[in-house]
């Protein structure tokens, strides 16, 4: 493994240099993982150094399939006391320990979890220069109609899931810097301790286990075949039928997945031509705001547009009042390329989830104003701002922006407009346009 061998050199001769870190060593539990495997390696083969799986009794086949590789190690494992879930809880504590001294990183991960960045070994490398010594990940719970049968990662076949926080785990981390992980049962949440400094960036976690209902079924047979004392409450107890009605909603929620739809940008294909033809169309620029918010473009006599598509994105300059370029680029770069953040949200990221900042969520949004699929929630919120701002001359004269938002709350809350609000509901549904006026005392 990696434990480092120290020789004394031979007299009169200088101490051989110690051996060169692997990047990457991924420690994982298995157990009768036979149809997950082969997409286990085909995803990780490019990203990983070593391989240690620590297998828990595995008759399916799997110990077959972790054969033949140099770079696998497989470890017997059989959980001691009344709870697979709490023995691998703390197996998962202890196993990556032996890589200190050998690798930079370590992975600990589930044999359905696929942790996906478009190119994780640069990705940790730029982590390792800026001192950083964990990495936060995104995680999801994806979903297939059937098992996938194509020789092809993953992350390439099965691009829609759902969001889930309990997948946001401790997965990379430099081994030399953290002393303990601390992992609750399911690995999330954790404590660690050490020297810990977190690094941000869009590396997710994709768990693929809702790969068809029948998938589904076989694993909850087999989880059901012996469970021990304190993990029964823990045991799918569901029908077929509940499992599949269960499976068929998650999938109608399902929603593709930021970064999985190929990689880099559609706009990094468009010629400047086209970029200001589909921003133009879009109706996601607000010349009127960009103006006012850059006096210097205004008194340049530049065209608003143009400048934009030409310095301003660069600049982290925001072409309407909820889209900053900056944040954007920040958030999503990686997964897009050197782009016109706009020009890549209209082409592909509303589409794909993406937030064109971090106050505004298209996805909240769009269930809250009853929009299809194929509506822009943004382009929405910016054309019911204009229409307001359009009907000021009916607004009362009383009426102050800050003070209605003071006066309802969950307006202020939403994120929405006050004077949008105004207009189109609050106008209607009778709400003040501030709180009423303290009584006299006595």
Known sequence: MSEQDEREAPAGQAAAKPAAKDQVHLHAMCWNEARMIPYFFRHYNEIVDKFFIWDNGSTDGSLALLQGDERVRVRPWEAPGDSVAEAARALADQFWKPSRGGAEWVFVVDMDEHLFHPDMRAHLRRATDEGATAVKVIGYDMAAEQFPTEDRPLWQLVTRGLRGTE????????????????????????????????????????????????????????????????????????????????????????????????????????SPEQELRLIRASGLFDEAFYLHRYPDVSRAARDALEHFCRNGWREGRSPNPHFDCAWYADAYGELTGDVNPLLDYIMAGEELGRRPSPEFDPTEYRFQHGLSASESALRHLLHGRAEAAGAGAALPDEFDPALYLQANPDVAAAGLDPTWHFVNFGRAEGRPLRLPEPSGSG
């Not at 999330?188 to 050490?194: D, F, L």
């Not at 590396?203 to 087999?222: I, K, M, P, S, T």
Request: glycine residues 8%; charged residues 25%.
């Open 167 to 270: 997948f946001d785990k401790m997965a990379i981390f430099d081994p030399d810097a953290i002393i303990e992980t601390n992992h609750q049962v399911g690995r999330q949440p954790s404590q660690p301790s050490g020297r810990v400094i977190w690094e941000n960036r869009s590396v997710l976690l994709l768990r693929y286990r809702r790969l068809g209902a029948d998938y589904l079924c076989q694993r909850n047979e087999l989880l059901r075949a012996g469970p021990r004392a304190r993990d029964a409450g823990e045991t799918p107890g569901a029908t077929r039928e509940d499992v599949e009605a269960q499976h068929r909603l998650f999938l109608r929620m399902a929603i593709p997945v930021p970064g999985l739809a190929g990689f880099g940008s559609p706009a990094l294909t468009c």
